[in-house]
């Protein structure tokens, strides 16, 4: 059974940062588009990040303007995870955010795109 559950979130000040994790069982995802959606209250799942493998050791990655410079994905095949680097976090990032893959590429930005979702952690970033 393919598992992704997320750890990381928290409460953080505006300008702090925070570290999302995502680790990944049941099935190998060296090859698939990884990724973050997040949702606020209210509001539609929205996309945040996702990366894949182009080569031996390179990797696209692609990012909403709203995070560029500020947030960094990364994965680490060796261990089935992929992390969510989050600085300078603004109170507009507030949201629920949720690891999700998709077997096979293109990178997409849209939620029904995707094959499997965690469960989700909650980043809450106060002024």
């Known amino acids: 059974q393919v598992q992704l559950v997320e750890s990381g979130g928290g409460l953080v000040q505006a300008g702090g940062s925070l570290r999302l994790s995502c680790a990944a069982s049941g099935r190998t995802f060296s090859n698939d588009v990884i990724g973050w959606f997040r949702q606020a209250p209210g509001k539609e799942r929205e996309f945040v990040a996702a990366v894949v493998r182009s080569g031996p050791i390179t990797y696209y990655t692609d990012y909403t303007d709203s995070v560029k410079g500020r947030f960094t994905i990364s994965k680490d095949n060796a261990k089935n995870t992929v992390y969510l680097q989050m600085n300078n976090l603004k109170p507009e990032d507030t949201a629920r955010y949720y690891c999700?893959?998709?077997?096979?590429?293109?990178?997409?930005?849209?939620?029904?795109?995707?094959?499997?979702w965690g469960q989700g952690t909650q980043v809450t970033v106060s002024s």
């Open positions: 999700v893959a998709k077997r096979s590429v293109p990178m997409e930005r849209a939620a029904k795109d995707y094959d499997y």
